[in-house]
């Protein structure tokens, strides 16, 4: 269990999150959606401890989550995958994903290859020289190596062509469903990640202004006004 507790976030005067709690079940499935601005990235930073919130709590499993100690809050289970393609681009698919599991079990490699054949093949390749969506694959496949209960990604959807975002969701269901890991996905990309996601939250101003089922957003065109 995820538990977001009255959380207030300021960057400077700017307030950022206001007044938000989210209770996550392990294991679940959840999109975050809103305008931009509206606080998403900001909440996946405090969840992770890169952000130092202002005010409120965040406990993972019952224990508070260290604000501004991202590696002990990893170690404890969370991966934030950020913005953009995060590999190091010179070194090989082999070498980030070993990286990324180096104060883990590296054994893991091979589950994590499993689920993503695409790596397997390129094991060997520089990363930066692999196409956007097989980056996005491997920025996944290097938060898994951590073997966390909660995935935290902030709009891997960006910059990939359509088709392409259909596989990163897809994989995305594949990892939840296989490992169990939890997902937080913060998308702009409504539609593709209300067929991934089980639940959606809408920010707008810092403020929670919905929280409900992935179909209930579907359905209810009404509040697409929210962004
Ligand atoms: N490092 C920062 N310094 C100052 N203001 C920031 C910083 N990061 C975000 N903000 C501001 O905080 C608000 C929320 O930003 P953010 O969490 O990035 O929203 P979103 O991801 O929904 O676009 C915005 O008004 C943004 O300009
Ligand atoms: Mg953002």
């Given at each position: 269990?995820?538990?977001?507790?009255?959380?207030?976030?300021?960057?400077?005067?700017?307030?950022?999150?206001?007044?938000?709690?989210?209770?996550?079940?392990?294991?679940?499935?959840?999109?975050?959606?809103?305008?931009?601005?509206?606080?998403?990235?900001?909440?996946?930073?405090?969840?992770?401890?890169?952000h130092?919130?202002?005010?409120?709590?965040?406990?993972?499993?019952?224990?508070?989550?260290?604000?501004?100690?991202?590696?002990?809050?990893?170690r404890?289970?969370?991966?934030?995958?950020?913005?953009?393609?995060?590999?190091?681009?010179?070194?090989?698919?082999?070498?980030?994903?070993?990286?990324?599991?180096?104060?883990?079990?590296?054994?893991?490699?091979?589950?994590?290859?499993?689920?993503?054949?695409?790596?397997?093949?390129?094991?060997?390749?520089?990363?930066?020289?692999?196409?956007?969506?097989?980056?996005?694959?491997?920025?996944?496949?290097?938060?898994?190596m951590?073997?966390?209960?909660?995935?935290?990604?902030?709009?891997?959807?960006?910059?990939?062509?359509?088709?392409?975002?259909?596989?990163?969701?897809?994989?995305?269901?594949?990892?939840?469903?296989?490992?169990?890991?939890?997902?937080?996905?913060?998308?702009?990309?409504?539609?593709?990640t209300?067929?991934?996601?089980?639940?959606?939250?809408?920010?707008?101003?810092?403020?929670?202004?919905?929280?409900?089922?992935?179909?209930?957003l579907?359905?209810?065109?009404?509040?697409?006004?929210?962004?």
């Amino acid at each position: 269990m995820l538990e977001i507790d009255h959380l207030t976030a300021r960057h400077g005067p700017l307030t950022a999150l206001e007044d938000v709690s989210l209770g996550a079940a392990a294991g679940s499935r959840i999109g975050v959606f809103g305008h931009n601005g509206a606080g998403k990235t900001t909440l996946l930073r405090c969840i992770v401890g890169a952000h130092v919130p202002a005010a409120g709590s965040i406990r993972l499993q019952g224990q508070p989550v260290a604000p501004g100690r991202v590696p002990e809050n990893v170690r404890r289970g969370i991966a934030f995958v950020p913005q953009g393609h995060n590999v190091f681009p010179t070194l090989s698919v082999e070498q980030n994903l070993r990286i990324s599991g180096l104060l883990f079990d590296l054994r893991f490699m091979q589950d994590v290859l499993a689920i993503f054949p695409v790596l397997r093949e390129r094991r060997a390749q520089r990363a930066g020289s692999m196409s956007g969506g097989e980056q996005q694959m491997l920025a996944l496949g290097m938060a898994l190596m951590t073997q966390p209960k909660w995935l935290l990604l902030d709009e891997p959807s960006t910059g990939l062509a359509p088709v392409i975002v259909r596989d990163v969701m897809r994989k995305l269901r594949h990892v939840n469903e296989t490992l169990g890991t939890g997902l937080i996905i913060v998308e702009q990309n409504v539609p593709a990640t209300l067929r991934t996601v089980e639940r959606a939250v809408i920010l707008k101003s810092a403020r929670v202004v919905h929280d409900g089922s992935a179909q209930s957003l579907a359905d209810n065109s009404d509040l697409w006004r929210w962004f």
